[in-house]
């Protein structure tokens, strides 16, 4: 499975962005992840094949959704009402393992997301 990620960019405190991301297979569940400056790389979000399991980082409950495009292998976050501590670089991941045993053995590239104050 192959990733593709996009949509990062600069962007003031309380805008929002589109991260979007297309898979060349049909992952069991794919999410995002991403990593702050000099931190380790954490959850933020996740979603199941069918779109009927969603998990989010606590963080970003209420601001950020996902969703996901079968018919494209495709998937979102919107996220709105960013904050400065949402900067990071956000990776696209997928596991070919279902919901509640993923294992993200496939990683896009990096996108930055920088949100100034």
């Known amino acids: 499975v192959q990733l593709q990620a996009s949509g990062g960019g600069l962007v003031q405190a309380g805008g929002s962005l589109r991260l979007s991301c297309t898979a060349s297979?049909?992952?069991?569940?794919m999410g995002w992840f991403r990593q702050a400056p000099g931190k380790a790389r954490q959850p933020v979000s996740s979603?199941?094949?069918?779109?009927?399991?969603?998990y989010y980082t606590e963080s970003v409950e209420g601001r950020f959704t996902i969703s996901r495009d079968g018919a494209k292998n495709a998937v979102y976050l919107q996220m709105n009402s960013l904050k400065p501590e949402d900067t990071g670089v956000y990776y696209c991941?997928?596991?070919?393992?279902?919901?509640?045993?993923?294992?993200?053995?496939?990683w896009g590239q990096g996108t930055q997301v920088t949100v100034s104050s």
């Open positions: 991941a997928a596991s070919a393992t279902a919901w509640g045993r993923e294992r993200y053995d496939y």
């Open positions: 297979g049909r992952p069991r569940v």
């Open positions: 979603i199941s094949l069918s779109g009927g399991n969603t």
